[in-house]
């Protein structure tokens, strides 16, 4: 095989390039280096897999993570690609035999840590070796803008030095401006050329509720789900403990995921959920960038995510193979004020914590948004887009949504009598007339305002405040907690301006995931139950994840197909020359059983 396209055919079976692939793989293969912005699942490592197999020597691969190289070592193996990676959690024994091949050009891609890579005696050895290509994946891990900031990704301009004639690809799915800058700065990109490609998920259906029993409202989703794999986020490990206990109690197979459980049981439950078709992994963000599985049906935020960088890069581990995915956040008004807490009291310097509340305030307008999810969630990424159509904005066509004007101006009324010096919960108590120490003491019951909106539920008003808060109507001043007036509220005020709220929406469960929607018959069900126990078995056998033996996607392609032998199997996406020699007469073997029924 020499160019591109006929790799992909018959390495992965994959019948033609998305996107910019090819241009990026053409441009590595004449010896150039990039920076590669491509979406979650959009097939960045085909960018530097491919060109690794047409150069004569060694491409490195920097990873961020031992479980992410584990994974994709294994799933590279199963395509007979010779792979390795070095890791501190491998036998002293294991590494050297792994050193000795790359002295014999055995391996063809190696991934290893940023630290590894700029141990001294590890740059001397490869500098000795002919190197092909270094990529660096989860690149936005190089600017301390970023939310995965490793100091030791900065060390990699070394690399620039001592390998100036390789081209280096860095990659990443999630980067804004400041983060594209210090990626080209820390990496020497100065003269290479950006590839970017749209953030779109097409797959994906975003969704978004306000909280009103968490937990009924997760059950409730979950219990529609029970054979679809999926990830619940949280924000804290004792709510994920909390959680998890929950969900197994309820009869839900589920596992919690977070930087306080021993190595051991962490690494085991992250096999499980690698190797399940059904299991929902309940995590903090600590369970992130080493997740490299397909077929993640839906990713649920029970808590806000920190930002929207966070939320795209979670949401995005849903659909990876391109089939459709739910991407559901839970929100409510605490969580502004708990997570601009956190923010607050980190160590980072005020500009950075003012960029980080920018970020927060981002996906709090998302959550709020009046317009189409797909849409704000690109706005917010930098892109324009049209409505999608599909998400629950767009299904719920403007039902929710009021004039509300009249009650945005009594609120904005009473932030500035109360000289924008006090919290929601004391405007609120104002608003709705109700004489607390607080309010006599300060003696805003003699306010004009006092009593003004007296029929609106003390919830209600929290919600239109946070509403306000999320459509730039009024600012929180989070070091006190104090409402505050902004150059958009004297608009209102005035009444020169509409504003538009939302009510407390009716949650559109629409079940886009549902296999029925593909699986037609009883008899198409009972061939896909026989694929999937197949798969199970086979890849516990391989010691690798399910979707390192058959996609998703390659699995309704057969189902749909029903290929008989070798010759219509090879046609299916996503089975390469390896897995049809090593996999193609157990599915045709499956498959031929259900020909005569």
């Not at 091949?101 to 001397?124: G, H, M, Q, S």
């Not at 968490?214 to 794999?229: I, M």
Request: charged share 20%; glycine share 6%; aromatic share 8%.
């Amino acid at each position: 095989m020499t160019n591109p396209l006929q790799v992909l055919n018959h390495i992965y079976g994959y019948p033609s390039f998305q996107g910019q692939q090819e241009n990026i793989i053409n441009h590595v293969l004449s010896g150039g280096s990039a920076l590669v912005l491509m979406p979650t699942g959009g097939g960045k490592s085909i960018c530097y897999q491919i060109p690794a197999l047409l150069f004569d020597g060694l491409t490195i691969v920097v990873s961020p993570l031992i479980a992410l190289m584990q994974d994709q070592v294994a799933t590279l193996q199963e395509l007979g690609i010779s792979a390795s990676y070095l890791s501190s959690a491998l036998e002293v024994g294991e590494n050297d035999k792994t050193i000795q091949k790359i002295r014999n050009k055995e391996i063809k891609i190696l991934y290893v840590t940023p630290e590894r890579l700029v141990n001294e005696w590890f740059i001397n050895f490869l500098s000795r070796q002919k190197i092909s290509l270094i990529a660096i994946d989860e690149a936005h891990c190089v600017s301390h803008w970023g939310h995965d900031f490793r100091p030791e990704y900065q060390k990699l301009q070394i690399l620039g030095t001592v390998f100036s004639n390789v081209p280096r690809l860095a990659l990443t799915a999630t980067a804004d401006h400041y983060t594209r800058v210090d990626i080209i700065h820390f990496l020497g990109l100065k003269t290479s050329p950006v590839f970017s490609t749209s953030f779109n998920r097409p797959n994906l259906y975003y969704m978004t509720q306000e909280k009103n029993n968490a937990k009924g409202q997760l059950l409730s989703f979950l219990n529609g789900r029970k054979h679809e794999a999926g990830i619940v986020y949280c924000n804290s490990r004792r709510r994920v403990d909390e959680i998890t206990e929950f969900l197994q109690a309820s009869g839900i197979n589920a596992a919690n995921y977070h930087a306080g459980l021993d190595n051991s049981l962490r690494a085991n439950h992250q096999n499980k959920f690698l190797q399940s078709s059904s299991m929902v992994m309940v995590a903090t963000v600590a369970f992130g960038l080493g997740i490299d599985k397909p077929d993640v049906r839906y990713v649920y935020h029970l808590d806000m995510p920190r930002s929207i960088d966070h939320f795209y890069q979670e949401s995005g581990r849903a659909g990876r193979d391109t089939m459709p995915a739910i991407s559901v956040v839970n929100y409510g008004f605490k969580e502004i004020f708990e997570l601009s807490g956190m923010i607050l009291a980190g160590e980072s310097s005020d500009l950075k914590k003012r960029y980080e509340l920018d970020k927060l305030k981002k996906i709090i307008a998302y959550c709020d948004s009046l317009n189409c999810r797909r849409q704000s969630l690109l706005t917010a990424l930098g892109e324009e887009s049209e409505p999608c159509g599909k998400c629950d904005i767009c299904l719920s066509q403007d039902k929710n949504i009021y004039d509300g004007s009249v009650l945005a101006q009594k609120i904005l009324s009473a932030i500035y009598r109360l000289q924008q010096k006090f919290s929601a919960g004391h405007v609120v108590d104002v608003l709705r007339g109700k004489a607390s120490t607080a309010v006599q003491v300060w003696e805003h019951h003699k306010l004009s305002t006092f009593g003004i909106a007296s029929e609106i539920s003390e919830k209600e008003l929290r919600r239109t405040i946070r509403q306000l808060y999320s459509y730039d109507l009024l600012d929180i001043d989070f070091t006190c907690g104090a409402l505050k007036l902004n150059a958009n509220s004297l608009p209102v005020l005035r009444g020169v301006k509409q504003v538009r709220l939302k009510k407390n929406p009716i949650y559109i469960n629409r079940d886009i995931t549902e296999k029925s929607i593909w699986l037609r018959t009883e008899l198409e069900e009972r061939l896909y139950h026989d694929l999937l126990n197949w798969r199970h078995k086979t890849a516990i056998s391989h010691r690798v994840s399910h979707h390192a033996i058959l996609s998703d996607r390659t699995l309704r392609e057969i189902i749909e197909n029903r290929p008989i032998d070798t010759f219509s199997m090879q046609s299916i996406y996503g089975v390469g020359e390896a897995k049809l020699r090593h996999f193609g007469n157990d599915v045709i073997a499956i498959v031929s059983s259900y020909q005569n029924l």
